[in-house]
């Protein structure tokens, strides 16, 4: 039996009676007195097991624990939420306004600008990090208005090494280079990586102060003239470029022949990607282009201003390419000589080099001026008095000086000339007479007629017992003379001084210097400015002197220039050529015999036994 402390529950039951019935004649407070709830509150709870909804006289509700522990959570959380949503929306409104700013510039080496936080355009040229509207990290180059152009070549090398150097930290990963159609690639850079225009465009370094404290404007740049005003940088047009190309010809090295190689290469790759091509020879060793060669292509549009024309990475839309960055521009067609044979990724990747700088040859390699018509002259004697007879032409090209082989065994010192003399005349023999039978008349007729056609750096190398009967020089136009013989060319030469001729004092002349031996970096730095010869012999040349060559010294090396050219237009005409791989100029002979004949039909060999066939540029070379 359940007790229960209220009222005990009536005997009747609660059911509808008739009474209940709404009548639409009674009044409104006789329907209120009817149908109110009075009655029910009066009447106990239909049920005793129900909680009562009238509180108990003189005690309040039990209070909850859980519900005040929740209040005093929730008040400080709903705060913070508060706070945290109007900091987000003030940082919005801060990006949507103020699209970012470049919050880190880095560098990678001793000479870097390291700054972390800077809102600043450093005042040297390298690479920044930079936030785009997303908060995302981006990267570009930036380059002073007042830094000039061309930088100088270890510049532009610094600014790619650094640039390697911010992609991975940028992106954790090792820079690895692909090559795709002939142009370098890095993956993970063009995911990143920020052209300086675009940069301004979209607003990434818009309002970013530059060191002197104003404003740099999206467009100030285009104000900014370009090119070096030279004449091979003509134009037709007044709008700028959308894609170009520009080859910077000055180098550290002292030599031609790199520099010419990958100037045909880089034009080769300048048409692959739709790039205007453009030449800058404003710090040049040899001079002006146009000296030497005839005016490149033109073309109708401009170049950039020059804070727009980056060395890397290589999908930047102005590229620049000189000497000091040929690893960067040409990925992995740089080659590393690990070994002396070749596997086929190997050899696609030569056949690669080999057709961008065929592309460069045919459209660049063209003498101007009194050397032009020397060549015409000297190719149609060579034309009238060998082949014309039945006789054969074979070039062969030594360079000895600073330019070692690869063959272990000479790389101490030089291929013998016995072994250029005798490749010769095998390859003479076996085209004449490829039975080996006995000479018949014609056979005869024809050894007779042919020649043999020598280059080299050492005039030294005409005179010896190899050469000096069976060989010619391959042009006459411009020689390198040994000291001997500017000794005996001086007015007094061979003369003795009777002893009351001499005079009271000695006065101090600077001894002739010859290319006894071949070609030097220090003899040619040392051209009418002996100090900086002496400077480069002991490897504390300067980059880029202060003082530019006098016309004496350009003079000078303007020779030295047009007689190398002169040299390997005339031996690469030749219908065999015989040279060493080790050389640049050899390299040049086999772009120029082309790749079907010259490499595949055996009219370009090489006797540098250190590598077999073809290579193009080579690290650290």
Not at 32 to 52: C, E
Not at 64 to 78: E, T
Request: glycine share 8%.
């Amino acid at each position: 039996m359940i007790h229960s402390s209220r009222q005990a529950r009536p005997t009747s039951t609660l059911r509808r009676t008739a009474s209940a019935t709404p009548s639409f004649n009674t009044s409104p407070a006789e329907f209120s007195k009817q149908f109110g709830f009075q009655h029910l509150l009066k009447s106990p709870l239909p049920s005793p097991a129900l909680p009562s909804i009238i509180p108990r006289h003189g005690k309040k509700p039990a209070p909850r624990p859980f519900r005040k522990a929740l209040r005093i959570i929730a008040r400080p959380l709903i705060w913070l939420c508060g706070l945290v949503t109007l900091y987000c929306f003030i940082r919005a409104l801060q990006s949507s306004t103020d699209e970012s700013k470049a919050v880190v510039i880095i560098a990678g080496n001793t000479n870097a600008y390291n700054a972390i936080g800077k809102d600043t355009i450093p005042n040297i040229a390298a690479p920044i990090v930079v936030a785009d509207a997303h908060r995302k990290s981006k990267w570009t180059v930036s380059i002073p208005q007042d830094a000039g152009f061309p930088l100088r070549p270890s510049q532009y090398a610094d600014l790619c090494a650094q640039s390697d150097q911010v992609i991975m930290q940028l992106h954790g990963t090792t820079i690895h280079s692909h090559i795709h159609a002939g142009s370098w690639e890095s993956p993970t850079a063009a995911t990143s990586f920020v052209d300086v225009q675009e940069a301004y465009d979209q607003g990434i370094l818009l309002g970013i102060d530059d060191p002197s404290g104003d404003t740099v404007p999206s467009k100030a740049m285009e104000a900014q003239e370009s090119g070096s005003g030279h004449e091979h940088h003509r134009s037709s047009g007044s709008e700028t470029c959308e894609k170009s190309l520009t080859f910077v010809m000055e180098s550290v090295d002292a030599g031609l022949g790199k520099t010419l190689l990958g100037l045909w290469m880089a034009y080769g790759l300048a048409q692959e990607e739709g790039r205007a091509f453009f030449i800058d020879d404003s710090n040049w060793a040899y001079g002006k282009y146009t000296t030497f060669f005839k005016h490149p292509p033109t073309h109708s549009c401009k170049l950039p201003p020059a804070t727009q024309r980056l060395p890397c990475p290589h999908q930047t839309r102005h590229l620049v390419v000189s000497p000091s960055t040929y690893q960067w521009a040409f990925g992995d067609l740089v080659e590393s000589l690990g070994h002396g044979h070749h596997t086929h990724h190997e050899a696609t990747r030569q056949r690669r080099a080999f057709t961008l700088a065929r592309v460069g040859h045919d459209a660049l390699f063209h003498l101007t001026g009194g050397d032009a018509d020397y060549l015409a002259s000297r190719l149609a004697s060579l034309e009238s008095s060998a082949r014309a007879h039945g006789g054969l032409t074979v070039g062969l090209h030594i360079r000895r000086g600073d330019r070692h082989p690869w063959e272990s065994q000479y790389s101490d010192s030089y291929l013998p000339p016995s072994l250029y003399s005798n490749t010769a005349q095998s390859l003479i023999t076996q085209l004449i007479n490829p039975e080996n039978t006995t000479l018949s008349p014609e056979s005869k007729s024809r050894l007779s007629a042919s020649k043999v056609l020598l280059a080299s750096d050492d005039p030294d190398i005409y005179s010896t017992a190899e050469f000096r009967d069976s060989a010619e020089h391959a042009q006459s136009l411009i020689l390198l003379a040994s000291k001997a013989t500017l000794d005996a060319a001086l007015p007094d030469a061979g003369r003795a001084r009777p002893a009351h001729e001499d005079p009271p004092f000695i006065k101090f002349v600077e001894p002739n210097v010859g290319w006894e031996g071949g070609f030097f970096a220090s003899i040619f730095w040392g051209l009418g400015n002996a100090a900086e010869g002496r400077a480069a012999a002991r490897g504390v040349r300067e980059e880029r002197p202060k003082e530019q060559p006098n016309e004496d010294t350009l003079r000078l090396r303007e020779y030295v220039g047009r007689a190398y050219l002169l040299d390997l237009k005339v031996v690469g005409n030749a219908d065999r050529v015989v040279c060493g791989v080790s050389s640049f100029g050899c390299r040049l002979l086999g772009v120029m015999k082309g790749w079907r004949k010259g490499i595949e039909d055996g009219e370009w060999k090489n006797v540098d036994g250190g590598y077999s066939g073809w290579v193009g540029l080579v690290e650290d070379d």
